[in-house]
T-cell receptor, first 113, second 115 residues
Framework: AQKITQTQPGMFVQEKEAVTLDCTYD???????LFWYKQPSSGEMIFLIY??????QNATEGRYSLNFQKARKSANLVISASQLGDSAMYFC??????????FGTGTSLTVIP | DGGITQSPKYLFRKEGQNVTLSCEQN?????MYWYRQDPGQGLRLIYY???????QKGDIAEGYSVSREKKESFPLTVTSAQKNPTAFYLC??????????????FGDGTRLSIL
């Protein structure tokens, strides 16, 4: 079974609008960490935001927030006030106690002017 | 500044040739990882190492080899046994001791192509 599932291969959003990128995960560990990364066309992976399995509040980092629903095993990334520079691939990842990282297949986001 | 350096940025391989991709980090991280990314695809784990002189195979280790003789360095060799090596290769490191909230830090990647 896939550890991380991203069901949206591609998404479009109007500039200045908000967009939600979906991510569901599968683990039996009680302790785990969830991450989102941005990959621009240049290829580097940029860490955006982190959510711990025991965190009571949703993580926020500037225009990025994480909608964490533990019972549903989902960790959706919300980008508010989209900018043209947000156009990129976005990857959801999970870190288990084993220290192994698991990545989803990514969502390509295009911001339309 | 601390970070991960991958070299070269672009690499070309001839048929039957082994090539080595360099990855160096000065973040004092224990764990290092190699991923392969094909166009429009996600990251697939090739090898990872949690400590010097020890490493484990990932999901697609066939045709690749690694070494971890120093904490700072984790070179990846793409051997002639890897029949379809054209891809983007990313090296990453993480703080093994710091807990689950420690993200992976990535290098800028190496694009490998077949001549």
């Amino acid at each position: 079974a896939q550890k991380i599932t991203q069901t949206q291969p591609g998404m479009f959003v109007q500039e200045k609008e908000a967009v939600t990128l979906d991510c569901t995960y599968d683990t039996s560990d009680p302790s785990y960490g969830l991450f989102w990364y941005k990959q621009p066309s240049s290829g580097e992976m940029i860490f955006l935001i982190y959510q711990g399995s025991y965190d009571q509040q949703n993580a926020t980092e500037g225009r990025y927030s994480l909608n964490f629903q533990k019972a549903r095993k989902s960790a959706n990334l919300v980008i508010s006030a989209s900018q043209l520079g947000d156009s990129a691939m976005y990857f959801c990842a999970m870190r288990e106690v084993s220290q192994q990282f698991y990545f989803g297949t990514g969502t390509s986001l295009t911001v339309i002017p | 500044d601390g970070g991960i350096t991958q070299s070269p940025k672009y690499l070309f391989r001839k048929e039957g040739q082994n090539v080595t991709l360099s990855c160096e980090q000065n973040l004092n991280h224990d764990a290092m990882y190699w991923y392969r990314q094909d166009p429009g695809q996600g990251l697939r784990l090739i090898y990872y190492s949690q400590i010097v002189n020890d490493f484990q195979k990932g999901d697609i280790a066939e045709g690749y080899s690694v070494s971890r003789e120093k904490k700072e360095s984790f070179p990846l060799t793409v051997t002639s046994a890897q029949k379809n090596p054209t891809a983007f290769y990313l090296c990453a490191s993480s703080n093994y001791q710091g807990g689950l909230n420690q993200p992976q830090h990535f290098g800028d990647g190496t694009r490998l192509s077949i001549l």
